[in-house]
Nanobody, 127 residues
């Protein structure tokens, strides 16, 4: 059974940085395409960062230049380095995965692309 476990969420001041981690178990991480999503209270879950089928990273406009996605296949892990955090980044952050290759850029940050989800980790940014 595939499991995704996020960690690294915390409460920080605006302008601060955090690094989120996601470990996938139950299968080799290299078999999966993975991404980060987030959901703020009262809002829909949105894609934050992911990979396309060309192994190119893609980001939501709201985090471009501030967030960096990376992965370590040896550790079966996915990371999200977040900097210049702002109150609007406050949300529960989720790791997501799909078996097989990544997809075209238009679908890399779409919820329906992914089959497996972690339980999330809370990020709170205060002004």
């Amino acid at each position: 059974q595939v499991q995704l476990v996020e960690s690294g969420g915390d409460s920080v001041q605006a302008g601060g940085s955090l690094r989120l981690s996601c470990v996938i178990s139950g299968y080799d991480a290299y078999r999966y395409c993975m991404a980060w999503f987030r959901q703020a209270q009262g809002k829909e879950r949105e894609g934050v960062a992911g990979y396309t089928m060309s192994s190119i990273t893609t980001y939501a406009d709201s985090v471009q230049g501030r967030f960096t996605i990376s992965r370590d296949k040896d550790k079966n892990a996915l990371y999200l380095q977040m900097s210049s955090l702002a109150p609007e980044d406050t949300a529960v952050y989720y790791c997501a995965a799909k078996l097989g290759s990544c997809v075209l850029p238009d679908y890399a940050l779409a919820r329906y692309t992914y089959d497996y989800w972690g339980r999330g980790t809370q990020v709170t940014v205060s002004s």
